[in-house]
């Protein structure tokens, strides 16, 4: 070959591999089921420290308001997958045929719950509930909700169950007089905690009953599933890498109080407060447990079988 010819020939070859197609990473559209909780920040840490795109992943990821809108979002197949539904509403849509999968564990037990009072409340503990005091819950069927539904039958409690809204709607009613307690979820209202505003009377983890029962799950359309089972399985592993970073690294922590404009004083300790033996992905636990509490408040008509439970579960995304 002539030297002209040579040139041109790899010139040519230049050309070829400046033109070839790069490979897409591939998208996944994820809702996280609500803002702010430390649970919720392991996905920005997937995003914002190129975890995700390490798995070659390209997460979208929206913001649900609550459990239910976020899981809907999820079955009519406008997002992927969910992070953080609450397992009593998902196994109560896929009784009911809805196309939904559980990936992995979010949080076993509600340790990260907590009820408080005014400072100048006589109420010292849950045990000072007496017969028509408000204990309060977000709203029925929530995690809350079940949480306090435990704690007074644990303690044989005769106060009343109230359903005041989320921790901001809990707050003012608290405040304001017109309930005797209110709820959050930690780091929330920790301001309130450090200027000596509030005091707090107990926690989610004296409802033993839910101690390490999988209370809040990362789920997926089966539908997607199905056609992308090796990409649910890398979202999986990177989540699990991401949670591992949020949990070990003082810049996610920055990065999360900055992000949602809380003192980094009253999220230094949200690794402890809400534990990361609890927050590991595997295992899905307890699910015979939630099965029943589903029936007994009449969210599915009848037990699922353990067929049914086992079919539910696609554990990292692998196949049951």
């Known amino acids: 070959m002539s030297k002209t010819l040579k040139t041109i020939a790899i010139a040519a070859a230049g050309v070829a591999i400046l033109s070839?197609?790069?490979?897409?990473a591939d998208k996944v559209r994820l809702v996280n089921s609500t803002k702010v909780v430390f649970e919720t920040e392991h996905p920005y840490?997937?995003?914002?420290?190129?975890?995700?795109?390490?798995?070659?992943l390209d997460v979208s990821l929206i913001h649900g308001s609550g459990g239910a809108a976020?899981?809907?979002?999820v079955i009519t197949g406008s997002q992927d997958v969910v992070w953080g539904n609450g397992v009593l509403g998902v196994l109560s849509a896929y009784a009911k045929g809805a196309p939904v999968r559980?990936?992995?564990?979010?949080?076993?037990?509600?340790?990260?719950?907590?009820?408080?009072?005014?400072?100048?409340?006589?109420?010292?503990?849950?045990?000072?509930l007496k017969e028509g005091m408000e204990f309060t819950y977000s709203r029925p069927g929530s995690t809350t909700n079940l949480a306090a539904i435990f704690i007074k039958d644990a303690l044989g409690l005769k106060a009343k169950l109230v359903s005041v809204g989320g921790p901001s709607g809990s707050r003012t009613q608290l405040m304001s007089g017109q309930v005797a307690t209110g709820w959050s979820v930690y780091p929330l209202n920790k301001n309130l905690l450090r200027e000596g505003k509030i005091r707090v009377i107990g926690t989610g983890k004296e409802a033993a009953?839910?101690?390490?029962?999988?209370?809040?799950v990362t789920v997926a359309n089966v539908n997607w599933l199905n056609k992308n089972r090796d990409v649910a399985k890398r979202l999986m592993t990177a989540f699990d890498e991401s949670l591992k970073m949020t949990y070990?690294?003082?810049k996610r922590l920055r990065a999360y109080a900055k992000r949602w404009k809380l003192n980094y004083e009253d999220v230094k300790s949200a690794p402890q407060d809400t534990p990361a033996d609890v927050s590991t992905l595997l295992p899905v636990a307890g699910l015979d447990k939630i099965n029943q509490i589903a029936l007994d408040n009449k969210?599915?008509?009848?037990?699922l079988t353990a067929a049914q439970l086992k079919e539910l579960v696609h554990p990292m995304g692998n196949k049951p």
């Open 20 to 24: 070839a197609p790069s490979f897409a």
């Open 45 to 56: 840490t997937g995003i914002e420290e190129g975890i995700f795109k390490k798995h070659d």
């Open 70 to 73: 976020s899981l809907q979002a």
């Open 102 to 128: 559980i990936l992995g564990n979010n949080i076993r037990g509600v340790p990260d719950l907590y009820w408080y009072v005014k400072t100048d409340s006589p109420i010292k503990s849950f045990k000072d």
């Open 209 to 216: 009953g839910l101690n390490g029962v999988t209370i809040r």
């Open 248 to 250: 070990s690294s003082d």
């Open 299 to 303: 969210k599915i008509k009848k037990l």
